[in-house]
């Protein structure tokens, strides 16, 4: 049997979602932004918490939760107000979703038990 999973479905149903999208958001990061050093790091940051998360790593928890909040914040920073507007409004969301699923207490519970 492997020990390293990508996906872990006998974690919570809000670790897995945000597991999900942290690859998601990783993979449209690195679409996105090919060659701007922020936006790739997020995106590494993404799929490495994921990873983390999916193997229920502390590290893991906590580099997608800086991570996420990071993509966040350069998605406010880059389109100001204008993030609001259509079509960046969707990205943004799924940025904020991808926050509220980590930080969601039931998520925070389980990994402050389990995680190793």
Known sequence: MNPHRFLNQSQ???LV???????FEAVFALLDGFG???LMIIAVGLAA?????????KWGYAV???AAVLNAALWVYAYRIDVLGFPQIISFAFAVVLIVLILH?????????WFK
């Open 64 to 66: 997608a939760t800086v």
């Open 105 to 113: 207490p039931t998520s925070r519970d389980y990994q402050r038990i």
């Open 17 to 23: 979602n945000a597991t999900l999208l942290c690859y």
């Open 12 to 14: 919570p149903q809000t």
């Open 49 to 57: 918490g994921g990873y983390g998360i999916a193997n229920e790593l």
């Open 36 to 38: 701007y050093a922020p």
